[in-house]
């Protein structure tokens, strides 16, 4: 198999890969990542084989990887210096995310992560206006169950503290009922307990 044809297939079975793996978790296809590792694809394999670049495959695998992942990347670094209090580093991670023209899906990950943030420092006005754009926006939009489960829920622990206890009641009930399969039904679930539990009067524990 020539190198440009390997190259043609690699970079096709990866982007077949990524499709599944979306239609699994239930996320709406990304037109833009699709374009992206095509435009790529084409372009190593024009290079390969009109010039006399040769690439090694698995390279051109990491090349395209890093190219459409940039964003989740980003992302996931921020998400490590805001776990470590680092938060001004964490946004600048964030933000650099926004600017590197993420998808939709991506850029609803990028924002639940900087909702967390702000939430880490205490800044829960800011946590809940981010959370309430991010439910905003996806409505009517096919995204993975995990993704709008995580903003519902991480919507509802910010309205706990700030002692919005109907509001979080509701948004812990969306998830219990809309996802109970995921993580986050389970800690809706523990939270929506430990409220029920708080309103029993003494005389009936």
């Not at 709406?28 to 040769?54: D, K, M, N, P, W």
């Not at 805001?82 to 964490?90: I, N, Y």
């Not at 205490?122 to 409505?139: C, P, R």
């Not at 509001?167 to 809309?178: K, L, R």
Request: charged share 20%.
């Amino acid at each position: 198999m020539s190198l440009p044809v390997l190259i043609l297939f690699i970079g096709s079975a990866y982007i077949v890969l990524i499709g599944i793996l979306s239609l699994l978790k239930r996320e709406e296809l990304s037109t833009q990542f699709a374009i992206e590792a095509i435009v790529i694809t084409f372009i190593f394999c024009g290079l390969t084989a009109y010039t006399r670049l040769a690439i090694h495959p698995v390279l051109f695998l990491l090349i395209v990887y890093f190219i459409t992942m940039r964003v989740p990347l980003l992302v996931d670094i921020g998400t490590i210096f805001a776990k470590r209090k680092q938060f001004p580093l964490a946004e600048k991670f964030f933000s650099f995310a926004l600017q590197l023209w993420p998808d939709r899906s991506n850029t609803w990950i990028v924002r639940i992560n900087q909702g967390v943030a702000y939430f880490q420092q205490g800044d829960f006005d800011k946590a809940i206006h981010v959370y309430q754009e991010i439910l905003q926006s996806i409505d009517h939009c096919r995204v993975s169950a995990k993704l709008e489960a995580a903003a519902h829920y991480n919507l509802g622990v910010a309205y706990l503290r700030q002692n919005k206890d109907a509001q979080a009641t509701v948004e812990f009930n969306i998830v219990v009922d809309s996802w109970p399969a995921t993580e986050y039904a389970r800690r809706a679930s523990d939270n929506l307990e430990k409220h029920r539990r708080k309103n029993i009067p003494s005389d009936q524990m």
